[in-house]
């Protein structure tokens, strides 16, 4: 039996979330529209991932046209001085162009010009990671308000004859802001990899090598829906409980359970291997699919809309995906 590295740990830093804001592009997908394009339909989709649709970015439309439209929504609902603002984090794994940052572009749609920019690519994990970063940067003092945002314009690598593929992915965006507090809500992080396991989600890049094989897909992404699928059932529930427990609590303790809206079908085995009410498990895929960076911020903005979420509940963000990669965060909900 392999011995699993316990990273993480106690992470009690003065972080709490204060402001939200989300955005998708108006385009959107249904199972009957892709049911034109390859041999597929509604009830075989919903049935096998529980998604409806998906929304796609337009043809002009890149990350950071979607990034700065859910800071403009979080600035809107959250009122915020833009120039205290001194850190923004990135997650993608579509950026606009390898560099300059959509970090970058999105500080200078805003004018925040003492803040620290770069984008981060853990893929599905990318969203925790980066708050998991935002946590470390404002332990430090060097920082007090750090934008953290997911986002993704995954139906650009999609391949619409893949029926394996283009039936998950979609567009999305959506934006958190973390800021020092006397009494931090950050509770407990963690953090694993495997990286022999990449072999079974990529999109190949500069290089088209894995340790001496030729990828396929030629840019697009290509999964192995059922190795990955294994994957997370077996390992994510067993990160969950780690994560609890290095902060002394239990499952019985948790409020929400928001884990990366890959397939609904993978979260209810999840819960069920957590012993956790699947209604009480936050998503964001029936209606945007999966938008792997941005899957569970807008997960978390679905539920501030409606009502779902509240001050001081406890939540358990868990990413997963392409590395492959987990991340877990810990945290009392502050808004």
Request: aromatic share 8%; net charge negative; hydrophobic share 40%.
């Amino acid at each position: 039996m392999t011995n699993v590295p316990q990273t993480g740990g106690d992470f009690r830093s003065a972080a709490a979330i204060t402001a939200i804001g989300s955005y998708v592009p108006e385009s959107r997908l249904t199972n009957d529209d892709l049911s034109r394009l390859v041999d597929t339909n509604d009830e075989w989709i919903v049935r096998r991932t529980g998604i409806r649709e998906r929304r796609v970015a337009g043809k002009d439309e890149y990350a950071s046209d979607l990034a700065v439209r859910a800071v403009r929504d979080l600035l809107d609902r959250y009122p915020t001085r833009t120039e205290d603002i001194d850190g923004i984090l990135v997650a993608t794994t579509t950026p606009d162009t390898p560099f300059p940052s959509v970090a970058a572009r999105v500080q200078m749609a805003f004018g925040m010009p003492a803040a620290l920019a770069f984008d981060m690519n853990a893929a599905c994990a990318g969203f925790v990671s980066a708050l998991q970063t935002a946590g470390g940067l404002l332990l430090t003092g060097a920082y007090r308000k750090i934008l953290v945002i997911g986002v993704e314009t995954l139906t650009k690598i999609t391949d619409y004859a893949d029926r394996s593929t283009c039936i998950l992915f979609g567009d999305g965006a959506a934006t958190v802001l973390v800021e020092r507090a006397e009494k931090g809500s950050f509770l407990a992080s963690y953090a694993e990899t495997n990286g022999a396991g990449g072999i079974h989600v990529y999109a190949s890049g500069l290089s088209d090598r894995w340790n001496g094989e030729t990828l396929e897909g030629g840019g697009n992404i290509v999964q192995n829906g059922r190795e990955v699928y294994k994957w997370a059932v077996s390992t994510v529930p067993g990160g969950v409980r780690r994560l609890l427990t290095s902060a002394d609590l239990s499952i019985n303790d948790l409020d929400w359970f928001v884990p990366h809206s890959a397939n609904l079908r993978m979260i209810e085995a999840m819960c069920e291997r957590l012993d956790f009410p699947y209604e009480r498990a936050l998503h964001s895929a029936t209606w945007y699919g999966n938008t792997s960076s941005a899957s569970i911020p807008l997960a978390l903005d679905l539920a501030v809309r409606d009502g779902r979420l509240s001050a001081g509940q406890l939540l358990a963000l868990y990413g997963f995906g392409s590395g492959l990669v987990q991340a877990g965060l810990l945290l009392r909900w502050t808004l």
